[in-house]
């Protein structure tokens, strides 16, 4: 069983279940409710996107700039099937 | 939600299952089934034992040195806190 760290990171297993919760989620909303730094979550979400598992739109919500991300099809996937191995392994534990 | 490296790195969570599901192993058993070197599988088991995660024994079996290793009730519960962590995050995304 290999586990992909892209996914198996402790911050970024937490941002991934966040956003699959979530559906989409500002920037500003993620490092709030998950108590991190604007430049560890920034760090983080070029990671998610060179690795195309998130989307990033920018506008502008009464004229201020806004990042909004979601998980693109592929990150639901990826982490689906982290998930499922992690299940696996809390199975096995269980034999 | 702060997850303990020690037992989340990906290759000692597995060493950690492994364990916990064998009550006690030989170094090269573990070796095999996780398909680990042996200097890798040497540092990683280092650490647990420094952390007074597992307990270490050296014997001789047929005139050859054999190490075994099983998990201290320290690491159990480490093991047991981390698995209701990564049970949280994955009941939380049916939610």
Redesign the interface.
């Known amino acids: 069983?290999?586990?992909d760290?892209l996914v198996?990171q402790?911050t970024r297993?937490?941002i991934f279940?966040y956003l699959?919760?979530h559906d989409e989620a500002a920037f500003s909303e993620i490092v709030d409710e998950l108590d991190l730094t604007e430049g560890n979550l920034a760090s983080h979400m070029n990671k998610l996107a060179e690795a195309d598992c998130v989307d990033v739109e920018k506008q502008f919500v009464d004229d201020s700039p806004q990042t909004t991300y979601r998980l693109t099809d592929h990150g639901r996937e990826t982490f689906e099937d982290h998930?499922g191995q992690?299940?696996a392994?809390?199975e096995?534990?269980d034999?």
């Open positions: 069983m290999d586990f760290t198996h402790p297993l937490q279940a699959y919760r998930v992690l299940e392994l809390i096995s534990l034999e």
